[in-house]
């Protein structure tokens, strides 16, 4: 049938013309739709009402019970479901027995079929409810919320008609309280708030919200409508065969119904930003569920792997917070893969082929001709790739399928003869993520395959593997990738720019690798949040790092001790210093919260202050130390004027000397305090910007030089700074505020004789007031 015969057939059962012009576009709805209306025309007459729960039928049908739509369609017309809620209540019942034949009479027990509920039944339960909050609908009168009433209502008659309670409801409550009166049609007079008690609360990020997103990653897990353990049925997509009921009973037999992910990363290199996203994702579900999550190293390609990527990948998963359940690796299933693939040769669904890589590329490239080679053939050349008898890139098994994207028959098994991180050499064939992903996801009885959405398009083969072999099957599920601008997270291009001498290692502060952002300064439970703040949607996102960096400012403000450091510390003399010697200052960790802590400082006749906190010429807007201008020491209560600036040979301002007066004292406030440092030891400060100069290195279009053509020269400036005594006996990672400047952590690379602290974030601050 063509679009205006279907738009014909659509509009006699009451839809309006636009909105059958609309369904007629949609090939699976209009398919649904005319299914429906085939099967209810063979049971009689169509009327307006009909069409609208036909409709919804058709909309809502989920693939797995498409079949049941002429027995849907006939109890319609027939009258026996009338209401959307019957309709909505069959569809759950059918799901949830998706094979086999119908039992007829649980089926119209779940919907109601022949209860009939009595405009005099919704009257009398209508009256027993209003008797219930009689006292409070008295006192409260129309502002009382007559919403539980409905529910109420509603949870003891499930098949009463909503509109006729509702009306019911309001007819009780006008006939208890009569009409409404001026008093009930005035605004609600103001409750006057009582000040309560301020309590500590636990700090909560301030991350811009939307429907997708939360504050903590656990807030966020359990919003996701995921399905429950054992429901993979009722997922769209997934393929139900004759064995699968027996085979989810077993899974959940096995699991007792627990919630299980698991975050596989292939241990070839470092983790990433994006990874955070993946771990936060598998780890936080499992979390929010009462769950478990599996740490799995995908180890299928042993040429890339290293120990010190398997240790790293653990270290980064433990630092972000998570503890595995297990750890595993797709080696320890490797007999057992190598089993399965010889049940596929058997069932004709794989083979050994002969051609190159290249001659299979492509969209819908020629099948190979070694595809319907015998089985026996199939099979004894399998054993010899297992037995040595190729070289490499000579035979691959491949299965007998067609992704979504349009590669024919994926390589399941390849030759490499490099000894395993494991297996040693044991093998000389390995199994493809394509194969053994799914496989693992069965064996270690996983319930939600999380994973980004460039893996949507090996869904298909996901489902056909587990279904060929006759084995639990999970639910794959796919979320938005993350990505962030200016930065590069491969890792061939990591690996290009340590080479080069670009950058250090993998773990350099400039990257976005998890180690690099540790060393940075990055909190964990920022890095966590950030990830939390991003939601879960289907949607691949790029971020800038600036709003990465904004969730890291916020967790440092809230825990990082503050202390002060000069980055470029010129010297002072205060002449008329009022004390023979140094003297201590008491200055608070948190200067808002001063019950947090404090440390101590000390004060002299010399200290240090920032370069940029002192101007010999005098510039409009400038509110620090001028000629004419005097300016406030923190914490010191004391206000220094300029008397003498002393320069070296070539010009260099290298001293300056200044009187004080005490805060209490001065006649004028200054316009600006300064930190400052006295009696100093000198660290060293690595200040870091971006990496690239552009948003996105990596596209032509953007940087036609390619990536490493668009490195930032002044991405990583050094500096020896003046730097408060307190810090001496901090440890590695620790993490501080120097005042005015940023947030910065203590380097792995310091020493006894020398602090190394590197920048995570600067501060913004009005450059006037500051």
């Known amino acids: 049938m063509d679009g205006p015969d279907l738009v014909k057939l659509f509009v006699g059962i009451g839809l309006s013309e636009i909105k059958a012009k609309e369904t007629a576009k949609n090939s699976n709805v209009s398919t649904n739709l005319k299914t429906c209306i085939d099967a209810a025309s063979s049971a009689g ?41 019957r309709l909505n209540a069959a569809m759950d019942y059918l799901l949830s ?16 079929v022949g209860i ?27 502002r009382f919320n007559v919403g539980p009433l409905m529910s109420e209502v509603r949870s003891n008659l499930k098949w009463g008609d909503g509109k006729v309670v509702k009306s019911e409801i309001e007819l009780q409550v006008l006939s208890l309280l009569g009409p409404k009166t001026e008093a009930d049609l005035a605004p609600p007079p103001k409750v006057e708030k009582v000040a309560k008690p301020k309590v500590a609360k636990p700090f909560v990020l301030p991350i811009e919200q939307d429907s997708d997103s939360a504050s903590t990653i656990t807030e966020l897990m359990k919003k996701v409508q995921f399905h429950k353990p054992g429901e993979n049925f009722k997922t769209d997509g997934y393929v139900i065969h004759d064995k699968t009921m027996d085979l989810l009973k077993q899974h959940l037999k096995e699991t007792g119904g627990q919630v299980r992910t698991r975050f596989p990363p292939e241990p070839n290199g470092i983790l990433h930003i994006g990874h955070a996203k993946a ?12 769950g478990v999550c599996f740490l799995r190293y995908d180890d299928t390609n042993p040429e890339k792997e290293e120990e010190k990527f398997f240790v790293g990948i653990k270290d980064m998963v433990e630092w972000l917070g998570y503890k595995p359940y297990q750890i595993t690796h797709s080696s320890d299933n490797f007999h057992q893969l190598y089993e399965w693939a010889k049940v596929l040769i058997k069932k004709g669904l794989a083979y050994v082929c002969h051609q190159k890589a290249e001659e299979m590329k492509g969209f819908n490239p020629i099948p190979s001709p070694f595809r319907d080679r015998p089985i026996e053939e199939s099979l004894q050349l399998f054993e010899d790739m297992k037995n040595g008898m190729f070289e490499e890139g000579a035979a691959t098994m491949r299965m007998k399928l067609t992704l979504e994207e349009g590669k024919l028959d994926p390589v399941a098994y390849r030759i490499k003869y490099v000894a395993h991180h494991r297996t040693g050499d044991q093998w000389c064939i390995y199994p493809t993520y ?6 693992c996801d069965s064996i270690e009885n996983i319930t939600h395959s999380l994973c980004t959405k460039e893996f949507q398009s090996r869904r298909s083969s996901y489902y056909w593997l587990c279904n060929a072999l006759d084995i639990y099957c999970p639910v794959q599920w796919e979320y938005g990738r993350l990505n962030v601008y200016y930065t590069v997270v491969s890792k061939r291009k990591i690996a290009k720019l340590i080479t080069e001498k670009i950058v250090h290692d993998w773990d350099d502060p400039r990257l976005f690798t998890l180690t690099a952002l540790r060393r940075r300064g990055f909190p964990a439970e920022a890095i966590n949040n950030f990830c939390a703040g991003m939601g879960v949607t289907g949607a691949q996102m790029g971020v800038d790092p600036q709003k990465l960096e904004a969730v890291v400012k916020d967790t440092l403000d809230f825990t990082a001790p503050r202390s002060m450091v000069v980055l470029a510390p010129l010297k002072v003399t205060i002449l008329n210093f009022p004390s023979d010697r140094p003297t201590p200052i008491d200055v608070p960790d948190f200067p808002k919260e001063v019950q947090r802590g404090s440390h101590s400082v000390t004060l002299d006749r010399v200290i240090y202050i920032d370069r940029s906190d ?3 010429v005098e510039e409009k807007g400038y509110r620090r130390l001028t000629k004419s201008q005097a300016v406030g020491l923190r914490y010191a209560g004391l206000v220094i004027s300029l008397k003498n600036v002393k320069k070296d040979a070539s010009g260099q301002v290298v001293e300056l000397e200044v009187t004080c007066t005490t805060s209490a004292t001065c006649t004028e406030k200054p316009k600006a305090f300064i930190h400052w440092v006295s009696n100093p030891m000198f660290v060293e400060v690595r200040l870091y910007e971006r990496l690239f100069q552009h948003s996105n290195p990596e596209d032509i279009n953007e940087v036609p030089g390619g990536f490493l053509s668009d490195i930032n020269p002044h991405s990583l400036s050094v500096v020896e700074a003046a730097a408060d005594k307190s810090l001496s006996g901090a440890k590695v990672y620790d993490k501080f505020q120097f005042e005015r400047v940023g947030y910065f952590s203590v380097d792995p690379d310091s020493t006894k004789d020398k602090m190394v602290f590197n920048r995570t974030v600067s501060l913004k601050e009005d450059a006037g007031k500051s």
Do not use: W
Not at 126 to 141: G, P
Not at 434 to 439: F, G, K, R, V, W
């Open 279 to 290: 771990i936060n994702i598998n780890f936080g579900y499992a979390a929010a569920n009462d």
């Open 97 to 112: 027995n998706p094979l086999g034949d119908v039992d007829i009479k649980a089926f119209e027990e779940s919907c109601g």
């Open 45 to 85: 007459e169509i009327s307006k009402s009909h069409g609208v729960l036909l409709y919804n039928i058709a909309t809502k049908v989920k693939p797995q019970i498409s079949a049941q739509l002429p027995l849907l369609s006939r109890y319609v017309v027939e009258g026996k479901i009338d209401s959307e809620l």
């Open 434 to 439: 394509d194969y053994t992903h799914c496989l």
């Open 116 to 142: 009939m509920v009595t405009p005099e039944q919704i009257e009398q339960e209508v009256e027993k409810v209003i008797k219930k909050y009689h006292t409070e609908l008295v006192e409260k009168r129309y």
């Open 614 to 616: 002192f101007r010999e």
